[in-house]
């Protein structure tokens, strides 16, 4: 499993509504995509959930790089690209998957953490222990999934759930809305651990 997010940052003034039609004509672009295990049409308003932004954030699992890779550089990127100039694309190694209980539901909500691994921490440690706490929250209910995420780069981890309703608030957390799910490969991905 990969996971690929960009951030969008829009002018505070900007009509929300604008990525709400993008989305709504565009988003079941996504649906039956090869290789592409979830995508989350994200979206953060400023002054709602403790947002200072409007943003767009699409956040991607991928089933395989080459899925991936064939996104990025095939027309829907470039149509983005195109629409919005080139942002940076966040990527991650997965280290492990959950479905909750209502994996069955459309999601409307996501949560993300981020959190540095220190330089003194054993990153096989934190690791372990991440994931133990992963497994024990997949059983809330409201959850459609929760992912935990790596960057070896700058040692960050990142948990990214989906919710049916709202994102229950939690430190250290950035909540958002989610305007489509595309997950034509959603049952490819594999539950617990990936190594």
Not at 17 to 28: D, L, N, P, S, T
Not at 99 to 104: E, N, Q
Not at 167 to 185: I, K, M, Q, T
Request: aromatic letters at 10%.
């Amino acid at each position: 499993m990969h996971a690929m997010n960009y951030r969008i940052t829009l002018p505070a003034d900007y009509d929300m509504e604008i990525i709400r039609r993008r989305v709504a004509a565009k988003g079941h672009l996504l649906d039956d995509f090869p290789g592409l295990g979830l995508k989350a049409y994200l979206t953060r308003e400023r002054g709602v959930d403790g947002s200072p932004v409007n943003e767009y954030a699409p956040f991607y699992l991928w089933n395989s790089a080459a899925s991936m890779n064939s996104f990025l550089w095939g027309p829907g990127f470039r149509g983005l690209v195109a629409d919005f100039g080139r942002p940076a694309v966040q990527h991650w190694t997965g280290l492990g998957f959950f479905r909750g209980p209502s994996s069955g539901v459309a999601p409307r909500a996501a949560a993300r953490r981020s959190e540095p691994v220190a330089p003194d921490e054993d990153p096989a440690a934190v690791i372990s222990c991440a994931l133990g706490d992963l497994a024990d929250g997949a059983g809330r209910p409201g959850l459609h999934s929760a992912a935990l995420l790596v960057d070896p780069r700058h040692w960050e981890l990142v948990r990214f759930t989906l919710w049916q309703d709202a994102a229950p608030e939690a430190a250290g957390e950035e909540r958002f809305e989610v305007l489509h799910l595309s997950e034509p490969g959603l049952g490819d991905i594999r539950t617990g651990r990936h190594w």
